[in-house]
Each structure stands twice: as structure tokens, then as C-alpha cells.
């Protein structure tokens, strides 16, 4: 009996061990993939620090006059679920440290990068601003 | 020993006399469309009840039965012109006018049940006659349904006023007599008390309770995050992908809401998404549009989609499903300021107040206002 849980327990934390692992890579290959994507399109080394302050840099929209910024709808706490500015709709904590789905897809990313950008700084991302805002969030 | 009190109405008769008054109150209050469920179940037991004095007309006691009460027409006549002068003579049980006031009472309530049975069955697609004729008829039948309460309404306005002509006229209240069952011996009439009969009411009430318990049975256990929705819509077509891509910034709206026209204009100006670029690819988009087209409002396989659908004229393509004339209409009452208070956040919220909007549904019955934190008023 005992012998039996003991094994039940070592696969369990081998499992757990194994899943964790594979998120772990998928997120580090999917942002790695993307820097790497961004220095082929001509970023420079990519810089955490740049990334933040783009990240909370607020920008004037020329047609409606609103303050936007990432944070807008992301929060200033990445750690926290954030709301959508317009529609209200809850959004999923950013840190992928809380929310291992985060940053997991490199289409996925890309697409809201495109999204984001437009709506936030109407005009979309720089490779350099991508790189650095990636940065910035793998970390968190 | 000759008692001066006398028994005239069984307990039975009582019973469903003031269950068919607290029934049909119950029902003209709960008429919202947000109160449908509660308002079926006062509908159901109101049924029930007229159903019961129609068998207690045939088997209930002397003055509850229709051979006691039902007199030639003539006869009425002759006592309401009597009554008008202030001379009716005094009835132990129903008068002859009385008599017809209760089958036309009861007649009405009946035409009220069976016209809302239909309202249920054709408009909300529910009850067991669900779907047994093509919606076009929905509009018919309840408005037949809402006049025949008018008309009961007047009737009972009728009753009301005779009741208390009556009482002053023979000084004795014949309110209180259909409370405790007992009015003044009349030495000219039968002077027999009647049997209580109080196992049959008794019944009758268990009936009903045990009715209303097996109704509400989902509200008492249901338990779990998501909340109770009393009454369940067709099953309608799902699809991971359009939840994903088109739940990311607000509610996956069903298909079922906008006709195929709408999103094909919506899915082809999405890089212009009311000022969102999607940024889909076309594998995506062609994907979408294939869903979305089999599950567009011309199906209309919900009342919502139905009645969306009928509401816009065939030249418009609307991009929004809250600029139908049909979800405006709807909505009119509702106060401006409500819109932007925070626990709602804007007209494209359903999920705000319609607890069954994820799954498309719209249904009676499953709408709320949210609470509002600060002072927990209901605007409506």
C-alpha cells in the first residue's frame, strides 16, 4: 500500500515536474523566437528598462483627446487581472510569472502587439519597441 | 338548539377563492418580463384552481355546486334591477346575479390561462404547448392574453363594488363570510350548515405547495458559480474559435443576434473594428464567416434572434446588435446614466444583466439590473 502511494506521488511530481518544464520552454522558445524574429527586422539589443517606460508612457490620442496607455487597460500591476478601457471585459493577469499561459504563442503575440499599438499609440510597434516591451514582460 | 351562525362555504370553496385572488395579483404583479417564471407558476396555480371549481361545482357542497346558483337569466335580471333600487333580497349563498358573475369570472380566468399557455408555448418557445404553431401567431395571443386580464380586472372591479352594496345593504359582511365560511341563519332558506370538507382542502393546498416547491426546486438547490437560469433555450451552435477570437475584447455575441449580412461586414471591415484593427489573417476570417453564417438571426431559432431579425429593415446591414430597432425598444426604459455605471459599462455588456447571455438564450426570466454598490437601489 504505502509503496504504491509513494509511486503514485513520484509521478505525480514527475508530471507536474514535466508540464511546468514544457511551459516554461514554450514561453521562453516563443519570446526567444520573437527577439530573435525582431533582430532579424533590425532591433538592437533589447532593453527591459526601455520596455517599462514605453509600457507606462502615456500618449494623447489626436482624435478623441483620451490619455492611453498599456496600463490603461493592463493595470500598473501586471501581477493583476486588468480590464478592458473600453468594454469593460476583465483581462487575465500579464505576469507570466501568475499566468503561465501569457506569452506562450508567438501568433497570439504578434497579433495583440498589432492591436495594442494601434489603439494605444495609433500607430503600430517598432521591432526595437516590441523587443523591449517583450523583454520587459518575460520578466515579470 | 338552533345556532344563529350558519356554515354556508365549504373550505374548499374558500381556499380556491382567495388562491385565485392571490394568484392572479401575484401574476399581474409579477408581469415583468424578468419575473416570467414566477409569474408562470402564479399562472399554473390560477389554472389549477379554476380547473378545481369546476369539478367542485359538480361535487362540492350545496352552495358551492352550479345547480345552487346558476338561475334563469330572467331571474338575474330581476334581482339586479331590485338590487339598483336597493331592495335585493337577502341570498344565503351566490345570488342569481352573483351566480353569472362567477361563471363569467371563472370563464374568463380560463380564456386567461389557455390564451397565456399559448403566449408561453408560441413566443417563449416553453411549456407543454412549446413551438406548436409558427411565431407569427405570438403576437395574437398575447395580446389577447393581456386583454382578457383587463377585462377579468373589470369584472373583479364589478364583483367588488356588489360585494359592498350587498354587505351594507343586508348589514353583515360577506367578506369576512368567504374568510371564516359562516353568515347570519336565514330562517327562510336551507338551514343546514354545510360539510367543512377540510381534507379536500387540505389536499388542494398540498397540491399546490408541493406544485410551487418543485418549481422553485432550482432556485433552493442550485449551487455552484454560475447562476440559476430557470428557464433553459434551444441548444445552440458553439464554436471554440469565435469564443477565443471574438470573446478576447468583450462577449462572444452568438451568431443568432445579427443577421449574415451584418457579419459579413463586420468580419470584412475588421481592421476597422469601431476603431480596433483585429488584425486577422484571412485562414481566421473565412473561418469565422463560415460559423458565423450558419447561426445568423435568420434562423431564428430564439425569440431574440426572431425578433431582431424581423426588426430590421431588409436594406440595413447593422453593425451593432444595440442600434436593431428591436434591442432599442427593449431597452428605452432603461436610464441613460445606468449604461456607464461601472458594474454594467455600456450597452455591448449583455453579460451585465443577462445571466443567459453567454449561451445566446435572452430569455425571460434570466435578466437583472446588477445591484448598485453604493446605495443598493433597483433603478428598475
Known amino acids: 500500500m504505502a ?21 516554461v520552454t514554450a514561453q521562453a522558445s516563443a519570446v526567444q523566437e520573437l527577439l530573435a524574429e525582431y533582430g532579424k527586422e533590425g532591433a538592437g539589443k533589447y532593453n527591459a528598462v526601455n520596455g517599462e517606460n514605453l509600457w507606462k508612457r502615456v500618449q494623447v490620442d489626436a482624435k478623441t483627446g483620451q490619455k492611453r496607455s498599456c496600463v490603461t487597460c493592463h493595470t500598473n500591476d501586471l501581477r493583476k487581472p486588468g480590464k478592458h478601457a473600453r468594454t469593460g471585459k476583465l483581462i487575465k493577469p ?40 517583450l523583454a520587459y514582460l518575460a520578466n515579470q | ?54 369539478y367542485w361545482g359538480l361535487a362540492g357542497s350545496f352552495h358551492a355546486r352550479f345547480s345552487s346558483f346558476i338561475r334563469p337569466m330572467p ?29 363569467l369570472l371563472v370563464s374568463l380566468g380560463l380564456m386567461i390561462s389557455i390564451t397565456g399557455l399559448l403566449t408561453l408555448g408560441v413566443e417563449e418557445g416553453h411549456g407543454p404547448l412549446a413551438g406548436i404553431l409558427e411565431r407569427e401567431w405570438a403576437a395574437l395571443f398575447h395580446a389577447s392574453h393581456q386583454a382578457l386580464a383587463w377585462a377579468m380586472l373589470s369584472m373583479v372591479g364589478l364583483h367588488l363594488v356588489a360585494v ?4 351594507m345593504l343586508h348589514r353583515e359582511s360577506l367578506p369576512l363570510a368567504m374568510l ?39 432556485y433552493l438547490l442550485h449551487s455552484g458559480n454560475e447562476p440559476y437560469l430557470p428557464f433553459s433555450g434551444p441548444m445552440l451552435s458553439r464554436n471554440a474559435l469565435w469564443e477565443e477570437e471574438c470573446g478576447a475584447c468583450h462577449l462572444a455575441y452568438h451568431p ?72 432599442k425598444n427593449k431597452h428605452k426604459d432603461i436610464p ?45
Request: aromatic letters at 12%; hydrophobic letters at 40%.
Open chain 1, 3 to 23: 509503496i504504491k502511494v509513494n509511486r503514485r506521488m513520484m509521478s505525480a511530481i514527475f508530471l507536474v515536474g514535466i508540464s511546468c518544464g514544457l511551459i
Open chain 1, 94 to 133: 500579464m505576469a507570466p510569472s501568475v499566468n503561465a499561459d501569457r506569452l506562450t504563442d508567438k501568433k497570439k503575440i504578434e497579433k495583440w502587439f498589432h492591436r495594442n499599438c494601434k489603439w494605444t499609440l495609433g500607430r503600430i510597434c517598432t521591432p526595437q519597441e516590441k523587443a523591449d516591451i
Open chain 2, 1 to 54: 338548539m338552533v345556532s344563529s351562525k350558519l356554515r354556508v362555504w365549504d373550505l374548499p370553496t374558500r381556499v380556491f377563492h382567495w388562491g385565485l385572488v392571490s394568484s392572479y395579483v401575484a401574476a399581474w404583479l409579477l408581469r415583468g418580463d424578468q419575473y416570467l417564471h414566477l409569474h408562470v407558476l402564479a399562472g399554473y396555480l390560477f389554472f389549477f384552481l379554476l380547473l378545481f371549481r369546476l
Open chain 2, 75 to 103: 331571474e338575474a335580471w330581476e334581482y339586479l334591477k331590485k338590487a339598483a333600487g336597493g331592495k335585493a333580497p337577502r341570498h344565503l349563498g351566490h345570488n342569481p346575479a352573483g351566480g353569472w358573475a362567477v361563471l
Open chain 2, 164 to 167: 359592498f352594496r350587498e354587505s
Open chain 2, 180 to 218: 371564516t365560511g359562516y353568515k347570519r341563519t336565514d330562517t327562510r332558506a336551507r338551514t343546514e350548515n354545510v360539510q367543512p370538507h377540510a381534507a379536500v382542502a387540505l389536499a388542494l393546498l398540498g397540491v399546490m405547495l408541493g406544485f410551487s416547491l418543485w418549481w422553485g426546486r432550482g
Open chain 2, 256 to 327: 443568432s443576434l445579427l443577421p449574415r449580412r451584418s457579419w459579413n461586414r463586420l468580419l470584412t471591415q475588421q481592421e476597422n473594428h469601431f476603431s480596433e484593427d483585429l488584425y486577422l489573417d484571412a485562414g481566421t476570417i473565412s473561418r469565422l464567416r463560415a460559423y458565423a453564417v450558419t447561426g445568423e438571426a435568420g434562423n431564428t431559432v430564439t425569440e431574440a434572434s426572431w425578433k431582431i431579425h424581423n426588426s430590421i429593415p431588409a436594406a440595413k446591414t447593422p453593425v451593432r446588435i444595440t442600434e436593431t430597432s428591436y434591442w
Open chain 2, 336 to 380: 441613460e446614466k445606468l449604461w456607464t455605471r461601472s458594474n454594467i459599462g455600456g450597452r455591448h455588456n449583455c453579460t451585465a444583466c443577462h445571466l443567459d447571455a453567454r449561451q445566446g438564450w435572452f430569455e425571460d426570466g434570466a435578466m437583472r439590473i446588477p445591484f448598485n454598490g453604493k446605495n443598493m437601489t433597483r433603478i428598475m
